[in-house]
């Protein structure tokens, strides 16, 4: 889409503001007007902040000189003990282009940069009143008086990100024999780089461990140290057929032990074996003496016999 009609195209435009004098250093090209209607001052974004001018980070993206800036309405002065709440340093005791409060709380002051760098660590989803936690209010006000806010996560959620998104590209063999050094690999062949298969935190080339192009899982010395299960190198099965080809690492694997063969279940089931079964009705003494009365109650004595 070409320039609106009525308006000056863009090379002539460039040429317009190249002769712009800047108001804050003397210096031509300042592409930067006050948004105030009627002003004519124009300056350099750089040198907005040295003569206390505003440019708003959103919408029209406008600027204002030091007279037309946007100020905090109805704001008392600090008292004199105020401090920052971000840098703990004493506040001025009178409103300034440097000085800032929270419009939701009223009582929280910092400093303007202060504020802007907080803004600029926490971004847009995090950025909130140090001291009453309030957003919406906050970051509108902090926005409209040039607190520059973007629109991202948090600063501190990619500190630790970074480094786990890293992948190893070292060879650590005690000898590395790629004629490029440590740090050259290539995608296939005896200088691809094999990184643990445990810990992938060291690396080697193929060529440097003696390892064949059908050996596709190795394990460092460290992680062998500790007894890892995988210091015997998995090999492919035989290039048979796509499908062997795949199931190759499940044939090499070691077979899962059948229920019951482990130490713990040979045990299990030796404890069942030797159990003592359970006797039949009548076997225990007590049951024999208790039935003896009963089987002597109801036969009739025998002619001649006493009971004992």
Do not use: K
């Not at 948004?35 to 406008?62: K, N």
């Amino acid at each position: 889409m070409g320039p609106a009609v009525g308006s000056p195209s863009l090379p002539l435009m460039g040429l317009f503001l190249s002769f712009q004098q800047c108001f804050v250093c003397g210096e031509m090209g300042a592409a930067i007007h006050c948004a105030h209607g009627g002003c004519t001052r124009s300056f350099h974004l750089p040198c907005a902040t040295e003569r206390e001018c505003v440019t708003q980070f959103f919408g029209e993206h406008r600027s204002f000189c030091a007279e037309h800036r946007p100020q905090q309405a109805n704001v008392a002065a600090p008292a004199d003990d105020t401090e920052c709440l971000i840098c703990l340093d004493d506040m001025d005791s009178s409103t300034s282009y440097h000085t800032l409060v929270c419009p939701a709380c009223t009582h929280a002051w910092f400093h303007r940069a202060c504020i802007q760098r907080c803004a600029l660590s926490a971004g847009s989803t995090a950025f909130r009143c140090p001291s009453c936690q309030n957003s919406s209010e906050f970051c509108s006000e902090m926005a409209t008086l040039g607190i520059q806010i973007p629109e991202r996560r948090p600063l501190w959620e990619y500190d630790g990100i970074a480094e786990l998104l890293e992948r190893h590209n070292r060879c650590d063999a005690i000898e590395c024999l790629h004629p490029g050094g440590r740090h050259q690999a290539e995608d296939e062949g005896p200088w691809q780089l094999l990184l643990c298969s445990s810990c992938a935190a060291e690396g080697t080339h193929r060529q440097c461990s003696d390892l064949s192009n059908d050996v596709y899982i190795w394990v460092c010395s460290s992680c062998a140290a500790m007894g890892i299960d995988y210091s015997v190198y998995w090999q492919l099965g035989d290039s048979g057929s796509d499908s062997e080809e795949d199931s190759g690492p499940l044939h090499n694997a070691p077979e899962p032990e059948e229920s019951g063969s482990g130490p713990t279940s040979q045990v299990a089931s030796g404890l069942l074996r030797s159990s003592p079964e359970p006797e039949e009705s009548g076997s225990d003494p007590t049951s024999q003496v208790a039935s003896e009365p009963m089987r002597s109650s109801s036969e009739p004595l025998e002619s001649g016999s006493v009971p004992a």
